[in-house]
T-cell receptor
Framework: GNSVTQMEGPVTLSEEAFLTINCTYTATGYPSLFWYVQYPGEGLQLLLK?????DKGSNKGFEATYRKETTSFHLEKGSVQVSDSAVYFC????????????FGTGTRLQVTL | NAGVTQTPKFQVLKTGQSMTLQCAQD?????MSWYRQDPGMGLRLIHY???????DQGEVPNGYNVSRSTTEDFPLRLLSAAPSQTSVYFC????????????FGSGTRLTVV
């Protein structure tokens, strides 16, 4: 079956530090890949996505590249801000699954001044 | 544009009680889903629907029922609440297609005592 593995948190960084959150996946086909963000007390928001190999999704300074050879979709940001503190979820949708999302367990990011 | 609206935001139930969590979307999305979020487990799919009159089970369907009589509404029914159903519940909707991201509601925090 499908699965998504994320690095465990919490990740604690100082403001303006470089961020990487690792995500790897297992799928039988060619999935679409997503990063969602959840701010405290809120629902999930789509942060970025990529639908085929070598695609780069980007939004709000965050980037992730669909790497089929390593089955990875690592999230990066060059300079984090306190407002980026949230939980980040990696997820996939596999073809033929009626668009069912499979999520990783989430990584909590805490950014301090 | 309200997006995905969930009610109530908070609920406390006694073991054995029943209730319905409401979900409505105004984006004319074909797909709708219910997820539960538990610490350390990410989000798990309960039930989903690919259109009015069509529903199917997800990863953790036991103890829950759904129906989809209209495109807009997708209520989740707890038949006889159990403490194991204490969780945060999210409804989400999407256009048809693997590469479309889901829009999530703000969640219902349910406690069963």
């Amino acid at each position: 079956g499908n699965s998504v593995t994320q690095m465990e948190g919490p990740v604690t960084l100082s403001e303006e530090a470089f961020l990487t959150i690792n995500c790897t996946y297992t799928a039988t086909g060619y999935p679409s890949l997503f990063w969602y963000v959840q701010y405290p007390g809120e629902g999930l928001q789509l942060l970025l996505k990529a639908t085929k190999a070598d695609d780069k999704g980007s939004n709000k300074g965050f980037e992730a590249t669909y790497r089929k050879e390593t089955t990875s979709f690592h999230l990066e940001k060059g300079s984090v801000q306190v407002s980026d503190s949230a939980v980040y979820f990696c997820a996939l949708i596999e073809p033929g699954t009626a668009s069912k999302l499979t999520f990783g367990t989430g990584t909590r990011l805490q950014v301090t001044l | 544009n309200a997006g995905v609206t969930q009610t109530p935001k908070f609920q406390v139930l006694k073991t054995g009680q029943s209730m319905t969590l409401q979900c409505a979307q105004d984006m004319n999305h074909e797909y709708m889903s219910w997820y539960r979020q538990d610490p350390g487990m990410g989000l798990r799919l309960i039930h989903y629907s690919v259109g009015a009159g069509i529903t199917d089970q997800g990863e953790v369907p036991n103890g829950y029922n759904v129906s989809r009589s209209t495109t807009e509404d997708f209520p989740l029914r707890l038949l006889s609440a159990a403490p194991s159903q204490t969780s945060v519940y999210f409804c989400a909707s999407s256009y048809r297609g693997q590469g479309n991201g889901y829009t999530f509601g703000s969640g219902t925090r349910l406690t069963v005592v």
